[in-house]
């Protein structure tokens, strides 16, 4: 994942401004690191119901190591998240 504070030479998109900053905020995760181990399980018992592709990608994911992923933004628009 892409970590906004490690970026190289940073400027919009939109007008190529270098005028960047940041800001403190609030996110909350799904803690997809809590699952590796029972994912990793069912997708093994499960290893004929999936084309080899596809499983080869999870179990890709799996290897790599799952990491907690940003479910949550502070904008103002979206879904509210209680």
Not at 21 to 40: D, G, W
């Given at each position: 994942?892409?970590?906004?504070?490690?970026?190289?030479?940073?400027?919009?998109?939109?007008?190529?401004?270098?005028?960047?900053?940041?800001?403190?905020?609030?996110?909350?995760?799904?803690?997809?690191?809590?699952?590796?181990?029972?994912?990793?399980?069912?997708?093994?018992?499960?290893?004929?119901?999936w084309?080899?592709?596809?499983?080869?990608?999870?179990?890709?994911?799996?290897?790599?190591?799952?990491?907690?992923?940003?479910?949550?933004?502070?904008?103002?628009?979206?879904?509210?998240?209680?």
């Amino acid at each position: 994942m892409l970590n906004s504070a490690e970026l190289i030479d940073p400027c919009c998109k939109m007008c190529n401004s270098k005028n960047v900053s940041s800001r403190e905020t609030y996110t909350y995760f799904f803690k997809l690191s809590s699952f590796q181990q029972p994912l990793t399980e069912w997708i093994d018992s499960h290893e004929n119901d999936w084309k080899p592709n596809v499983l080869s990608a999870a179990k890709k994911w799996l290897k790599e190591g799952l990491e907690d992923r940003a479910i949550s933004r502070d904008i103002r628009w979206g879904i509210p998240v209680p």
